[in-house]
């Protein structure tokens, strides 16, 4: 969870870091067109008073030092034609570009945000088979136990039926080493061949 929470951080801040970035570029951009629409026809005024140059400006002669009025308008003129143009552009560029960067900035937080949707499920599912292989093996643990149990319990009952019939047949065979065998019954020896042939 945390993860995800920092994979959406990190692409919201890119996202960021970028609109400012790029917003700021073409701010600046916008800003030194400005300074350029001032400067320049004021520049080339001053120019043009200073040399004393009245061509296409009007009729009149303009002294030294001074600033042309009709070159000022001529120039405002010029300014509206060109410089005006560019400032529009510009203003168009930007706002295009501020849409597309915030478009941008919103869909690189949102596959963040996503990323770490898709992380969280992973890490989930994998808790969740983790946790079920565990359940399973718990099981298969305890079914062993109960069959390790149930098997000792059976050969611990098939030993004590053994050793039951073991007495009784040392004790048969005691009671019948004591029988008399004066021409009646079978003879100690054939019992004990007897004996021998039913346990081997």
């Known amino acids: 969870m945390v993860r995800g929470s920092i994979y959406g951080g990190l692409f919201g801040l890119l ?27 004021s520049m ?15 009729s009149m002669d303009f002294p030294i030092g001074s600033i042309p009025i009709n070159g000022i308008s001529a120039l405002m003129m010029w300014e509206r034609e060109h410089i005006g143009g560019i400032k529009a552009m510009f203003s168009l560029l930007s706002k295009l570009s501020l849409g ?17 949707q898709v992380f969280k499920a992973e890490k989930a599912r994998d808790l969740y088979w983790q946790f079920e292989i565990a359940k399973a093996s718990a099981r298969a643990q305890r079914e062993l136990e109960r069959q390790r149990q149930t ?48 346990g081997g």
């Open 15 to 41: 996202g960021g870091v970028i609109f400012l970035l790029v917003s700021g570029g073409l701010w600046g951009a916008a800003h030194i067109v400005d300074m350029a629409a001032i400067s320049i026809p």
């Open 44 to 58: 080339v005024a001053i120019i043009v008073g200073n040399l004393g140059v009245h061509r296409g400006f009007g």
């Open 100 to 116: 597309l960067l915030f478009l941008a900035s919103v869909l690189l937080a949102a596959f963040g945000f996503m990323k770490g």
């Open 151 to 198: 098997a000792n319990a059976a050969e611990h009952q098939a030993q004590g039926v053994i050793l039951a019939l073991e007495q009784k047949l040392t004790k048969m065979e005691e009671v019948n080493a004591v029988l008399p065998t004066a021409g009646c019954g079978i003879e100690l020896e054939r019992v004990r061949l007897l004996n021998k042939q039913a």
